[in-house]
Each structure stands twice: as structure tokens, then as C-alpha cells.
């Protein structure tokens, strides 16, 4: 079963600051692993992915994750916060392959609030 | 930038009516989701389609939902009767399903039952 854990409700930094979003997973095989943002009243939008290669991925906006195996997390960052980052944020797997048929939606976390604080 | 589209984006409706939202993907993804969104339950998977066939459906409750998809370019979710507990945002999504690429939402319609 495939499953992902967003352990924070909600995230508070300072403009400026370093932020990190917290996102573990679990897949059977493979993990196709995805960040998304929505902004109020908008709907999903993708921000990056990593499928394989280089366990640091930069994504839209600033912003990068990092893959590690080992302790099964997709952490989401940005060096320095910007106010405009202020969003809900959904990390997302769905498990890696060419499946022609079966399961292969995206599971999502219950989503992090972030609010950046001028 | 292609994009997907839902229409329409607000609907208010009695209880008991009938509610239809509609979705165009975008051209060529072979892919379709239909997710609920509320602040209870976050983001659940209703149902998807493949190539227009319909893989899961697990996550609709039969008895008033149903999701199909006449053609590659319109994706269809109803729910009839509707109840107050169907209040919710209902987003679409398409993609290449075997693919490893993210998924595109639409914008969402925004479905409150009184």
C-alpha cells in the first residue's frame, strides 16, 4: 500500500529564513515522489518530482527536495522564504513503473500550511 | 500553457438536485482523476480513467455518484441526489498514466449543497 505522512499541520518561518516542509512515504516498489502548492481558491500546482538520478531535485520557484532512500522522506526547502511563498503544500507518490493497467494514482499527504511572516 | 479545464467553477444547489461538473483534459493525456478536497478529509481520490475506461472507482460512494467520460475531451462526475455532506472543491486532473511526469489540475469546482 502506498501511503505519505505529512507530520505538520502547519509552518511558520520569517521572510528570509530557510524553510523546510516535511514529507515521508511509503511504496512497495519504486517511488515517484511530487510536491505541489495551492495557492487560495486555485487548484494544484506542480512544483517538482523526482522519479531518479540525483537525490536533490529543483523544482519551481526556488524551491528543491530531497530523495533519501534510507530514511524514506521527500523533504521540501527553499534557502530563503519569500511572503508570496505563503500556500498549502501537498507532497504526493505514486509507485514508479510502466503499468499499463492496476493502480497508479497519485497519493497525497494531508497538506502542510506554510505562512511566511513579513 | 495547456491546461485543464472544469467547469463550472462555483455551483450552489438545493439538496436533492442533481449536480453535473464537467472536465476537459488536456489534449493527449490519457489519464483522468477525479479528487475531493474538504478540510476534514483533504484530498480524496474519487476515481480515475485511462484511455476513457474507468479503473477505480473505490473511492465514490455508487449510490449517488458516477463518473464517465463520453469522449477523450470530456470527463463528467454527478452526483444525484446531492446531500450538504457533498459540499466540497472537486478538482480534476489529467496525465500519461504509465508516464513519470506530474499530473495538471484544473482549477476546481466549488460545490456547496444547502
Known amino acids: 500500500a502506498q501511503s505519505v505522512a505529512q507530520p505538520e499541520d502547519q509552518v511558520n518561518v520569517a521572510e528570509g529564513n530557510p524553510l523546510t516542509v516535511k514529507c515521508t512515504y511509503s511504496v512497495s516498489g519504486n517511488p515517484y515522489l511530487f510536491w505541489y502548492v495551492q495557492y487560495p481558491n486555485r487548484g494544484l500546482q506542480f512544483l517538482l518530482k523526482y522519479i531518479t538520478g540525483d537525490n536533490l531535485v529543483k523544482g519551481s520557484y526556488g524551491f528543491e527536495a530531497e530523495f533519501n532512500k534510507s530514511q524514506t522522506s521527500f523533504h521540501l526547502k527553499k534557502p530563503s522564504a519569500l511572503v508570496s511563498d505563503s500556500a498549502l503544500y501537498f507532497c504526493?507518490?505514486?509507485?514508479?513503473?510502466?503499468?499499463?493497467?492496476?493502480?497508479?494514482?497519485?497519493?497525497f499527504g494531508t497538506g502542510t500550511r506554510l505562512t511566511v511572516i513579513p | 500553457d495547456a491546461r485543464v479545464t472544469q467547469t463550472p467553477r462555483h455551483k450552489v444547489t438545493e439538496m436533492g438536485q442533481e449536480v453535473t461538473m464537467r472536465c476537459q483534459p488536456i489534449l493527449g493525456h490519457n489519464t483522468v482523476f477525479w479528487y475531493r478536497q474538504t478540510m476534514m478529509q483533504g484530498l480524496e481520490l474519487l476515481a480515475y480513467?485511462?484511455?476513457?475506461?474507468?479503473?477505480?472507482d473505490s473511492g465514490m460512494p455508487k449510490d449517488r455518484f458516477s463518473a464517465e467520460m463520453p469522449d477523450a475531451t470530456l470527463a463528467t462526475l454527478k452526483i444525484q441526489p446531492s446531500e450538504p455532506r457533498d459540499s466540497a472543491v472537486y478538482f480534476c486532473?489529467?496525465?500519461?498514466?504509465?508516464?513519470?511526469?506530474?499530473?495538471?489540475f484544473g482549477s476546481g469546482t466549488r460545490l456547496t449543497v444547502v
Open positions: 504526493a507518490v505514486r509507485e514508479g513503473g510502466n503499468h499499463q493497467t492496476g493502480a497508479n494514482n497519485l497519493f
Open positions: 486532473a489529467s496525465g500519461q498514466g504509465t508516464g513519470p511526469a506530474g499530473y495538471t
Open positions: 480513467f485511462r484511455n476513457r475506461a474507468p479503473l477505480d
